[in-house]
């Protein structure tokens, strides 16, 4: 996910796992219609985990903090949760820490979404993604806003009491993970330790921490899965080509299917379709291949050509689509696959393959996300969707980014 976008949540019940190469506090605040808890209760975390259809979960430092929703049972007239998280240590900022949230299936543990807030420095705490009811239908948005005032910024920000301690009070003492995050009677910010007491020993790296990157070479992807198109620390600017493949199914009768790239702006809007009937976009920068109208052969069946390098700033999503125009479902393709190729050296970067096949007429294979850092990130898709052409797939990419 980027900044701002929003994802229908599959599953009445969802865990935010929220990791980062330091320990973090993660919490959750439950807001009404104005943007404000009704009460201190409403503020879910180490110190008071468990609310009405909200419950914090300690890692432990071995994995992440996790804060679970159970949309069902929350409370009438609480419209959103918010998801924050603040640094572990008193006044570290998330400068080079880059948090990421991982949304997820609270039932199955299966993942929905990630989200790494991009272009943080001086902010001591974020809101990082929150979950809000928008028609009656509960959706997934990612935030990414930073505070400089720490965990009291946002606890006061929605309507929290926050008491700032007495000059003469000593430490709390802190609990064996974490130190303590304030109620109405404990401080948000934690009295600094006796000056002779030993530093607390650094937390080991979560596993699976951070984002993946082309440092150790091909990545292979799972659903939902991200990865940044960043080697030796500089970002991918150049050309790639999205290969993409299929077999009929069980020697089934030529199918035809055809991929498709569309191009977004900002806003999510529309700018163009890259497919057989349109071979060439944005002055040249997406390039197809051509229709292939069997599937049958080795190899990519048809090939979509990016000159990331060329892309004009307005573009900052691109989304890989492929169709069956002559109606057969995907129940009937075996082996689709998508994957990324350093257009210059034929290098495989990344690779997707379709496990799972629905009853559709089209599938969303991946996207590439510009972020504010100028690099680009991968993400494996695997949604399916009841469109023959890639203009019935325009307006479920978008809500996809």
Known sequence: MTPGS????????????????????????????DGKVRSDDDFIFYNQPSGPGVTYRSGGGATP?????????????????????????????????????????????????????????????????????????WKARAVGQGYADGLAGIATDFGVTVEEPAPAQPAAPARPVAPPTPTLQTPVTPPAPPAMAPPAPPAPPVPGAGKINLDKGRVSLQKNQTVSLVKGGRPLLSQVKMGLGWEPA?????????????????????????????????????????????????????????????????????????????????????????????????????????????????????????????EWEMTAMGDFVKSRTVRGMVKPAAQAL
């Open 250 to 374: 069980y020697r089934g009768k030529d199918i035809d299917l055809d991929a498709s790239v569309i191009a977004y702006g900002p806003q999510r809007n529309h700018i163009d379709s890259c497919y057989f009937g349109k071979l060439s976009i944005v002055n040249g920068a997406i390039k197809h291949s051509g229709d292939n109208l069997t599937g049958e052969g080795g190899g990519d069946d048809e090939v979509i050509v990016v000159d990331l390098g060329r892309l004009p700033q307005e573009v900052t999503g691109l989304v890989f689509t492929v169709n069956s125009f002559s109606g057969q479902k995907f129940t009937e393709v075996a082996k689709a696959y998508c994957r990324l190729l350093d257009a210059a050296s034929g290098e495989e970067l990344v690779r997707f393959d379709l496990t799972n096949a629905e009853a559709q007429t089209g599938v969303m294979m991946a996207k590439l996300i510009r972020q504010f850092s100028g």
């Open 6 to 33: 929003n994802i229908p949540l599959p599953v009445p019940r969802v865990a935010v796992d929220v990791s980062a190469p330091v320990r973090l506090d993660v919490s959750g605040l439950l807001l009404t219609a």
């Open 65 to 137: 903090d996790s804060i679970t929703v159970d949309t069902t049972a929350l409370p009438p007239g609480i419209e959103k949760i918010v998801v924050t998280a603040s640094p572990d240590a008193a006044g570290q900022t998330f400068q080079g820490i880059e948090p990421t949230a991982t949304v997820r299936d609270a039932a199955s543990g299966s993942v929905i979404a990630t989200f790494t807030p991009p272009q943080l420095g001086t902010e001591t705490a974020l809101v990082i993604v929150e979950i809000y009811r928008r028609n009656g239908a």
